[in-house]
DNA sequence: ATGAAAGCGCTAACAG
DNA sequence: CTGTTAGCGCTTTCAT
């Protein structure tokens, strides 16, 4: 271990160089390679240039780590808990947070916690002991309480996608419920009245508010809501596959169809293939679904702002660190109805005559 | 600054409680807390309730920074940087280094490069700063010279997808010429004798190693290649699209497309669709390509094994940082031909003369 | 303009 | 079983 005492000037071999063995390279003070190293101003050219070439030959890299734990103990690293790193939704806020880190010069930990919240807490204290400056989290908990002593000791914390059950702290959300009403009263504009509901675990916060999106839209246009066309708890395709062909085959079966998240939607895309219905029964989706444009006909949705709902959690995030006090708010990102297709089929006659529409 | 000397137990506020915050609450050595912390055996149950004690009662959190700058310098942590966190392949592959990594209690800082060689520079020596164990890249860079120092001083390397152009740089790789030639040979094997290559730019390493996969199965079958079927350069759907149309434009048209690379392959279903030539002309595609299942036909592909090369890079740059000594190696890693339809279409009798077809 | 010394929060090495 | 001391690599006083 001591090898670094008897050969202070191991060009290469393994262990790194350290800024002293570059202060004794150039034969200056380890303070004086500290001021070249950060661009510190009033070194002599001539004392730059030397400690620039030791630094060179002896390949020293700053040490951040060693710096953070000194100065104002910022890591300038975040953690980023999202659901799944493969999932296309997670990617994009992902990738919108990541393009912010990096303007800002802050690393991003990037972790997944497949709904789990017990993973989601341990991974967040495993950060939280890695010191990260922040935390932007896509909740699978119930309650974020266990953040509490972190953020009491200066753990800035945003969550995105959901909003969270403790109200202190700030969140991104797409406007679900407002989406989904947009999506329902698209297809009731389009004559429907049978419309069906696919979603998935009421536990998700975003499931049930798409859900109350629905109803809400139903409800402004006086059409009586059928438990028999509201299926929940579908978490893959294959559930919507199934669910699409259950509502389809009810005696009233419904002439539209809302898919309330991308697999789910999917999902219902393959039974209407199956059932050679994909050109006579309506389907809107949530979320931008990769077949969207490919399939006859290609499929409407609902597209939520990734970029924005990214971008706009880690400046949030930042305003936190710098100081920020204001009340912890919820910004709701505004979603965009894609019609493509699908959405925009018509209802047949029959479900649209105006004396069944009434109250149903 | 200096409030911590004057008042060493803020039990929230502000700014974290340290180890001898929890010391001296506890009434203990910070040595004896640290024993705590880290599970040691060999102390009292009445101290240990003593300072897990204080530890609640301060919101203590052990400080990882200082701990890996005092023992081994090991930061249980590693880079990861691929080209665009929220490409499906990218994500994929992400995802199960990052599974393989909490296993072993390590983290993942995710960067995206965008294919720009500077930018995979400067993020990688950004985090060398920051002291990360190792690196798993997916290069965009011509060559990796640039890593030299540090691999020097220590920084395991490893390398996904693309063959570093460093030979002494460990990667794993998908077999991107057998599972091209795989493709092309299938193709063959159903009658097609006019088969169309579209790749991206042969500057990147497995393009070029999909068309050479593609130039050796028509050989083995003793095809003549005819340039006018082989695109290259097609970096989006919409190039992979007008690229279709151009070759089922020729006089003598292919009866088959190897698409290869997954936004090439969304291009040319799009092209064959609007043509009408979905159920005519074969297709098989590189990657897994999110729509393939849904579309008529749906799509055959080439898929790479994103699960395995991003464990087994993982696992690689692990057994180097147990001190793995064995010369550097590429581990490719075999693709598999998922038939759904698309890469099953015969080619058309005319084609087919058993003369031209000397040893099928 | 440069440097010496102290200390960030923790742990290895050695007492007691 | 517990505590003291030194020091990881760096930066912050404060001298010079």
Redesign the interface.
Known sequence: MNSRRTSPERP??????TMRDVASRAGVSVKTVSRVVNDEAGVTDELVRRVTAAVTEL?Y??????S??RRGHR?A?IGVLVQ?????FC??V??AI??RA?AEGV??????IDEDAERERETA???????IDGLILMPASRHQDYLD??R???LAVVAVDRRPLVTEIDAVVADNQGGAAEAVGHLIAHGHRRIAFLGDSESIATAAERRDGYRMALRASRIGQDPALERMDLRTTEDATRATHEVLGLDDPPTAIFAARNVIC?GA??AL?QLSLSGTVALVGFDEV??GE???PRVTVVRQDTHTIGANAFDRLLARLDGDQAPASIEVVPTTLVKRGSGEIRAPRKSAKPRRAVRR
């Open positions: 290469t071999g393994p262990g790194r160089a390949g890299r700053h040490n951040l780590t060693a953070h734990l890591t690293s799944d790193l493969s999932n296309e990617g994009a992902l990738r990541e393009d990096r690393v991003v930990i990037a972790s997944s204290h495993g950060l939280v002991a890695r010191r002593t972190d009491a000791s200066g999917t895309v393959v293939q990769a077949i490919f399939v006859e």
